[in-house]
Structure formats: C-alpha cells, structure tokens
C-alpha cells in the first residue's frame, strides 16, 4: 500500500471515530436534556414498560402466562421470520397451584390443560408455528423459574443463543427482562411486550386497579431482586 493511500486510510478511520464520539455526545446531551423535563410518571413509565426495537434472534421465548396474546403475538414474530425456535416457559402459578385455564377464549382448543405451556404451545400451533419449532418448559412456576428452567432446557439440548426476543406483558416487561438477563448475560434480549388486561404506558395511571398492578411491579422489582442479591452475599 502507498504512502498516499496508507495516509488516506488513516484520516478516514479518524474521521470515523471523531464522527461516532460526537454522535455519542450528541445523544448522552439529547438524554440529560429529556430527563430535565421528565415527570415523575414518565420515569415509572420508561423503567416499567420496557420495549426494544425488533430485530432477527435466535430464539422467542415467552414467560409463564395465561394470556394466550403473548403466544399469538409470538407465533407472528415466527412467521415473520424473527426466529426458528419458540419456547413458552411454565408449569402454573406457586400461588395457584394449578392451571385455572386460559384469560381469553378461542385462542386455541377449548380444553383442559394441565401446564402455562402447554396451553401456550397450543396457541402457538393454532397460529400457525409448527410442533416440531416449540420446545416447552413444563415446571416454572414464578417468573425467576421461568428463566432459570429456560436455561436449563437449552443447556440439556446443547443450544446456544446469542439473541432472544421476550414476548411478554408490557407490565411486567422490566421485571421479566431483569431475570432473564440474570440467567441469560451473554444473550442480547429484545423486548416485544403486548398489552393485556388494557394496561399500556399510555393509560396505566388513569385507575386505581392498573396503578397498583404497575406500581406493584416496581415494588416486586426492588423486593425479589432484594432477596437474590443478599442471598449471593451470604454465599461468598
């Protein structure tokens, strides 16, 4: 390589780096400006209703859930393309004890089923995502468990993901995606909430039911994860 083109090289790398440092300036200046402004409400908004800009990954996993809209909106990221694999993670509820049955009617067949996941698998198929692209987690039964026995079913089947969508309720995306980051910190995790039980960023302070329910989340947020970190330290 000549002199000429060595020197052209270098000045357009530097050009690169200068022009990505003051993009990152640029955006850190239009952030502290937006939190100047933002409100008390604004700031639970953003930490609560988590969502990420869509990208292809290796896999869509869904949390435990009667809410077969999570499975709906799952299947359509699969025949979109987004990813080959979807995993609906769930046994029931600890508080429960059982699975009282689906939260919307005509998802999938009017029947009993014994786990989230199985339910939500049934959904899955029923829009079209074929058995063979479904592996089921059958014993979770909080959302920590989800992502732990999520972890061990890709373990035992020797499959490595690098990206994850979590298609999960929008109220409970931050939650959700602080315990799958936990059992999950190599994989990039996309979150593609949906709104259930009407509760969006939009509305979620307009009655006293949806306040507690997000408030409620931000309150479990600072609880369990309370109890993980401590329990770390008493192990060292």
């Not at 079209?128 to 592996?135: D, H, L, N, S």
């Not at 302070?205 to 329990?231: A, N, P, Y």
Request: charged letters at 30%; aromatic letters at 8%.
């Amino acid at each position: 390589m000549s002199m000429a083109r060595k020197t052209d090289f270098s000045l357009c790398a530097r050009d690169k780096m200068i022009g990505k440092k003051f993009q990152i300036r640029e955006d850190e200046k239009k952030r502290n400006e937006r939190e100047k402004t933002m409100t008390t409400r604004d700031m639970i908004t953003d930490f609560i209703f988590v969502e990420d800009e869509l990208e292809k990954a290796d896999a869509i996993l869904i949390p435990g859930s009667n809410e077969g809209s999570l499975a709906v909106h799952a299947a359509d990221l699969y025949r979109e393309g987004y990813a080959p694999l979807v995993i609906p993670s769930g046994k029931y509820s600890i508080l429960q004890g059982k699975f009282l049955g689906a939260a919307e009617k005509g998802l999938a067949a009017e029947k009993s089923y014994e786990t989230e996941s199985d339910y939500l698998a049934a959904v899955l198929m029923e829009h079209g995502v074929p058995q063979e692209a479904i592996w089921k987690e059958r014993e979770a039964t909080y959302t920590y468990e989800n992502a732990i026995f999520t972890r061990k079913l890709l373990e035992r089947n020797k499959r490595v993901i690098r990206t994850a969508i979590l298609s999960c309720k929008a109220y409970h995306a931050r939650r959700c995606l602080m315990y799958y980051q936990l059992l999950f910190p190599e994989v990039k995790l996309i979150v593609s909430p949906v709104v259930t039980n009407g509760i969006s960023r939009e509305n979620w302070d307009l009655d006293d039911g949806k306040i507690d329910i997000v408030l409620g989340e931000m309150e479990r947020c600072g609880s369990q994860f309370h109890e993980i970190f401590t329990e770390k330290i008493s192990r060292r």
